[in-house]
């Protein structure tokens, strides 16, 4: 039996494909959202985007706080995201351990799956380079 990366059961899609799929979605689904017009809800994307530009902190900084928050929330979009990101931005695998390690420790053992999620991700985005 296979399980793809986030533990359902079936047929595990080709690595970029997942990824694609993911990215697709999001993108899709945010633009839907800011459709809707709420301000509020704009508001709200627009402070996320400018959190993690260039600031007293490198965005690579920001994008590795972003993974351990997401693995600490337990929010496994996120993780994939900030993964994502944090490859995009220069992370090496050593740099990713101790961020897990630091998610962990804050986090506790109800993280673990969300690690587990979160190192299969890593796997495929470095499969892709």
């Known amino acids: 039996m296979w399980f793809d990366a986030c533990g359902f059961k079936g047929r595990v899609a080709p690595v970029s494909e997942r990824l694609k799929q993911f990215r697709e979605f999001r993108e899709k689904m945010n633009a839907r959202i800011h459709e809707s017009g709420n301000l509020e809800i704009k508001r709200f994307f627009a402070l996320d985007a400018r959190a993690y530009e260039d600031g007293?902190?490198?965005?690579?900084?920001?994008?590795?706080m972003g993974l351990v928050?997401?693995?600490?929330?337990r929010c496994d979009d996120c993780v994939t995201y900030h993964v994502v990101r944090c490859r995009e931005e220069?992370?090496?695998r050593e740099e990713f351990l101790e961020a897990f390690n630091v998610a962990l420790v804050v986090g506790g053992s109800i993280?673990?799956?969300?690690?587990?999620?979160a190192v299969a991700s890593l796997d495929e985005v470095e499969a892709l380079a």
């Open 111 to 117: 993280t673990i799956p969300h690690l587990r999620r």
């Open 69 to 73: 928050a997401s693995l600490v929330l």
């Open 56 to 64: 007293a902190l490198p965005v690579k900084t920001k994008e590795l």
């Open 90 to 92: 220069g992370v090496t």
